[in-house]
């Protein structure tokens, strides 16, 4: 499992040896009507994935991939639209481009694999939208190969966007090692309301020290007994 912060243009970088996923929504709806080149952000050079806004349209589709190539990214998180013909098309462009477009799911309780051969599936979405540790690992088990970036905060009543550590009522530290059981390969995105930001890169050494620590020693009677009641929802039971 990996680790990065999500940010917006801009704002202050997390610390050295730590990956960035960079929000250019609203940058890119604000220019959207003007002619490229523009100026974007030098912060697009860090990140291991843009996150842009999602066109409505063929030709919006084709725009969205040139603004791609002039910012020079192989990697984007766009929110899965409705219209599958346009997400399909969409991917023929991006592989046309050699991009990789990762799908953002809104409701991912809601999600089931689209037919978009020969393209492989990526997907995104935000823990806490899953709305328990099981129907984490569920959707987990079930998605795993297409899985690339699970974006992380936490949440105490209708508050969201608090800090993993100390900040709500979910136990990060056990859905860490939730993961590391279920062997979860892709990226955990800390993504805090921007008065929080400030706690990001002391955070992101803390779990990378958590994850690094677990080596061998991930038996947890509790976390056993979940994975394996959800391992038995999943695929049924082993006889």
Known sequence: ????????????????????????????????????????????EQ?????LPMPGSVPGVSRLLDLIDYLGVSSVILTMPRDHDLMVRAMDEAAQHGVSITWYLKDPLRYSPPDVFPHPMSVAFSIPSLGSMKALAKFTLLNQSSIKYMLAYNVDGDRGGLPLLGGGSMDY????????????????????????????????NALQ???????????????????????????????
């Open 173 to 204: 530290l056990s859905i860490i090692k939730l993961l590391s059981m279920i062997g979860y390969e892709g990226y955990m995105v800390l993504l805090y309301d921007k008065p929080h930001r400030g706690r990001y890169w002391s955070d992101l």
């Open 209 to 239: 020290t958590y994850r690094d620590s677990l080596g061998g020693a991930l038996a947890d009677k509790r976390l056993v007994k979940l994975l394996s009641s959800a391992l038995g929802e999943v695929f049924g039971d082993v006889k």
């Open 1 to 44: 499992m990996l680790f990065a912060a999500y940010l917006e243009p801009g704002e202050e970088l997390p610390g050295p040896g730590f990956d960035l996923v960079l929000d250019l929504r609203r940058v890119v709806r604000d220019r959207w009507d003007y002619m490229l080149p523009l100026v974007y952000p030098d912060d697009v």
């Open 47 to 51: 990140a291991v994935a843009i996150r």
